[in-house]
């Protein structure tokens, strides 16, 4: 089975980490490309030479386009988008925006990331909102039928994850979206794990938030990330934070918002990282996301072929759209062992352990997987050397 589209050799060519490793973690980070290496460092000479602020200033143009390229890969405006130091960070921002109170209704659904599971349940007990779980379908994917049937005017906010941490299903989001349409809820989507994997849309989607990490399936650098602002959302929220980048001091009791998205950023941040992440998403964009997409799906598809024929290995994931996110559990192994024995052979994967995802796998029974997670720089090659080091594990 061969996978065209993507120039693999010219790819791997272009990511010096191929060269070393077996890399099944890119749901974890993706390797980074010359491209982005070579921005970063160039960008913290300049700053060696010239001083932080002025090497800032010299970048100017470049920064503002980093907004542009985001624009151009989600389908919105440059000014419905702010940057951040983590997906976390941005998801916190966009939540702790939205004004909720005491007998509002908040949905989310099994899938939804630990961090941010967290702190919808701890808000809503604070504020006493209640915090419910639209059932999933028969497919293990939220179910849009109970999801509308769940809407009445007290939901305030809907938050739900496109693509799990621990789950390589993809929810349909454009489908929630579909039938939020024209009810009074926010749409939150943490779209950490799908940014950089599949084209993504917000005019399709219909979300007015949507949040991810620029190191994972964007292979941008650690710490960065970013947060879409529908523009028409924006004056029914308000940041949590405010400094004097998002706002102007306009008099000695006086303050006013920036007028876009950015007033959801603050003003210190790491240069050469924000550059960095603009060249990553350059750098997928040249490639063009539906050639990445279809070139994982491809990889994937085997890889689950391959490990289902392996005795006592169970590959896990649900829903109808595969993704480049595969879970599967050993009979009898470790994960975590497993893991290490590979990361010795320098193949790397990771685990996912119920405490990090108690919704969608205690009902399932599990208790930890690993997860292998591919990108377009992947190979068959690396799919069996893979299949293989999980056999004899
Ligand atoms: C779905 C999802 N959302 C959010 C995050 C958090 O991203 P960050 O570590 O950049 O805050 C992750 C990280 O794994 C994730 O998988």
Redesign the pocket.
Known sequence: MTITDIDVAKARAQTPGCERVLHFNN??AGLLSRAVIETLTEHLRLESLTGSYEAQAAKADALQNVYASFAALLNCRADEIALTD??????HRAFHAVPLERGDRVLTASNE?N??WLSLRRTCDRIGCSLEVVPNDVHGQLDVRALTNMLDDRVKLVAI?????SNGMVNPVEAVGAALRGSNAIYLL????SVGQMPMDVERIGCDLL??????FLRGPR???FMYVRRSVLDRIEPAVIDIHAARWTGRDTYAWRADARRFEQMEFNVADRLGLGAAVDHALGWGVDAIEARILGLSTLLRKRLSELPGVEVRDQGTRPSGINTFTLAVRKAEDVMLKLRAQEINCSVTRIDWAWLDLEPRGITEMIRASLHYYNTEEEVERFVQAIARA
């Open positions: 749901a974890g983590g997906s976390t960070q941005a998801w990331y961090s941010n994850t496109h693509i799990a941490t943490d779209a950490c794990q949040t991810g990490a620029g190191r994972k710490g960065t990330g």
